[in-house]
């Protein structure tokens, strides 16, 4: 295992789990066997993919309503077989992507306070894939751009405001295991169950390059990192899990590739772009492993493990819009047990000083867009716009700890669909209140 960076500022972060009672209980949490996280967060929502008779449905709560869930909460309940996976559109807070066995994806949009009763009809349904949709990604910086990957070896890329698909990728001879888009979405990385990871052009589906990633027959795992290298975890040949990072310009071999245990949960990388720390989470495992990447050999560092006695069924990822920055939270996970419980474990780095620690939080991805789908699949490409978190340092706290981000109504654009379709249509354009019209 790597070494301890000695000199980094997240040496000592460690992770702390919530009170029970700022937790989130009492959840029929899936029992699906797909590789997914089966949760997903945001600064105003918690969702989490549940058991469903008679159809796929998922969970939609909003961050306040802790303690035990009602069995009769309402559902986001329109799929007709299992959902696999969802996704929080990080250009609204309010709309959320699911993916199903039935094929379809569809697009929800979940008022402020969340939902009192159950949501059946979708804003949009997007219908191409011909099997099963097993993972779902929104375009970092372009408006209303998701991709989807399915069964079917296929990627398509949306503009989900027209309902319409901007690209079809069709180069995978088997089932596809992962998909990331890079920072600014002018790529995209994919491992397959060929062992192949690619890196693919997604406006002309080209492959740029390709190579052979871990050689263990259980799926890997691929990711952008913010510089454009690759981080990857996978397994052996004598199934021991591994992490790997790469140039993208060159996968033939790795530029390094760690063994890590032989346990045989598939590692999920969740990658902070703004600190550059990589956190490890293993299905079925306990413990939470981290680390920090440097541009320099040898890449990756350990930091600390955070361990329980319980093994995680799936995790969501709070994004940095809603994390605590008064007690330097530099992450928060929410923790699906086999138990129906979601645990909600903070990551800190203790300093003495009550001031805003600008070394901790360089500015982070804000909710606003960079470019349309429009400019984007006509090859405009632009790194996600910025904010500072400062203004959070202050904020009101929530009873789960996170803040209330203090973004004006003016710099906040909100995506508006018409119900009444499947199809959605332009917002009528109220610059004055920040609703704008849908490019």
Same mark, same amino acid.
């Given at each position: ?137 929104? &375009? ?11 069964? @079917?070896?296929? +990627? %398509?890329?949306?503009?989900? *405001? #027209? ?50 990633? &871990? ?11 913010? @510089?454009?290298? +690759? %981080?990857?975890?996978?397994? *052996? #040949? ?202």
């Amino acid at each position: 295992m790597a070494r301890v960076v000695r000199n980094s500022k997240f040496r000592h972060v460690f992770g702390q789990v919530a009170k029970k009672s700022d937790c989130y209980d009492n959840i029929r949490i899936t029992k699906s066997a797909w590789d997914s996280t089966f949760c997903a967060v945001n600064p105003k929502f918690l969702a989490i993919i549940t058991e469903s008779a008679g159809g796929g449905a998922f969970l939609v709560l909003s961050l306040d309503k802790v303690g035990r869930v009602d069995r009769e909460a309402p559902l986001v309940s329109g799929h007709k077989s299992a959902v696999l996976d969802i996704a929080w559109c990080p250009h609204n807070d309010n709309v959320i992507a699911s993916g199903s066995e039935d094929c379809t994806v569809k697009i929800w949009q979940i008022p402020d306070g969340g939902i009192t009763s159950t949501l059946t009809e979708p804003t949009v349904d997007l219908v191409a894939h011909q099997r099963r949709v097993g993972q779902i990604v929104w &375009h970092p910086s372009a408006l209303n751009v998701l991709l989807s990957a399915g069964s @079917d070896m296929k +990627i %398509f890329i949306w503009n989900v *405001s #027209k309902s319409t698909i901007l690209s079809t990728i069709d180069c995978h001879p088997e089932v596809i295991l992962s998909v990331a888009w890079n920072y600014n979405g002018s790529r995209i990385v994919t491992s397959c169950k060929d062992k192949i990871f690619r890196v693919i052009d997604p406006r002309t589906s080209e492959v740029i390059q390709s190579g052979t990633g &871990h050689q263990g027959g259980k799926p890997a795992k691929a990711i952008y990192l913010r @510089d454009g290298r +690759i %981080f990857s975890t996978g397994f *052996s #040949k004598m199934a021991e899990r591994q992490y790997a990072v790469w140039d993208e310009n060159n996968l033939s071999s790795p530029l390094t590739m760690v063994e890590l245990d032989s346990s045989n949960g598939i590692l999920f990388p969740i990658y902070d772009e703004d600190t550059g720390v990589i956190f490890l989470c293993g299905k079925g495992d306990s413990a939470i492993r981290y680390f920090e990447y440097t541009p320099e050999a040898p890449y990756i560092h350990f930091l600390s493990t955070y361990s329980s006695s319980d093994p995680q069924r799936g995790i969501g990822t709070m994004p940095k819009r809603g994390l605590n920055i008064s007690t330097c939270e530099i992450a928060r996970f929410y923790k699906l047990l086999n138990n129906g419980l979601c645990e909600v474990i903070s990551f800190t780095v203790p300093r003495k000083s009550e001031l805003f620690q600008d070394d901790l939080y360089p500015d982070t991805a804000a909710e606003e867009h960079a470019i349309t789908a429009d400019e984007w699949i006509n090859g405009k490409d632009a790194n996600p716009k910025l904010i500072s978190v400062r203004n959070q340092h202050l904020g009101p706290k929530l009873s789960t700890g996170a803040v209330i981000s203090n973004i004006s109504n003016q710099n906040k654009h909100e995506v508006v669909f018409d119900k009444t379709s499947l199809t959605p249509k332009p917002s009528i354009d109220k610059s004055t209140n920040g609703v704008h019209q849908v490019q």
